[in-house]
C-alpha cells in the first residue's frame, strides 16, 4: 500500500509564491518519478513539473521560469517551488508517484491566485 500526500495549498495574491509537498510511504519498491499535475475547473488534468530519481527535470511551458521541482529520494519528498503566481494557476495540484508497476496519485491540494 502506497499514500501520497500533498500539502501547502492555498489562497496567494498574484506575483507571489507558494511551496507544495509531497511525501510517498509505504511499501515502495522504487521510483521512476514524481510528478505534479493540476486541474482547473472544466478543464483537463495537466502535467506541470516531474522530475526523475536521477534528478531530470521537465515543466510544462506555461510554468516555465516560475516553478521548480526538487526530490528527496532519501525522504521519498517532492516540492514544487512556485514564483510568480498568475490567475490562471488556479487549480487542485496533485502529486503523481510513477513506480515501475504502477502510478500512484495524491488527493490534491487547492491553490488559488487571486488577482
Known amino acids: 500500500q502506497v499514500q501520497v500526500v500533498e500539502s501547502g495549498g492555498g489562497l496567494v495574491q498574484a506575483g507571489g509564491s507558494l511551496t507544495l509537498s509531497c511525501t510517498a510511504s509505504g511499501v515502495i519498491f522504487r521510483i521512476n518519478a514524481m510528478n505534479w499535475y493540476r486541474q482547473a475547473p472544466g478543464k483537463q488534468r495537466e502535467l506541470v513539473a516531474k522530475i526523475t530519481s536521477g534528478g531530470d527535470t521537465g515543466y510544462a511551458d506555461s510554468v516555465k521560469g516560475r516553478f521548480a521541482i526538487s526530490r528527496d529520494n532519501a525522504k521519498n519528498t517532492a516540492n514544487l517551488q512556485m514564483n510568480s503566481l498568475k490567475s490562471e494557476d488556479t487549480a487542485v495540484y496533485y502529486c503523481?508517484?510513477?513506480?515501475?508497476?504502477?502510478?500512484?496519485w495524491g488527493q490534491g491540494t487547492q491553490v488559488t491566485v487571486s488577482s
Open positions: 503523481n508517484v510513477h513506480g515501475p508497476f504502477a502510478d500512484y
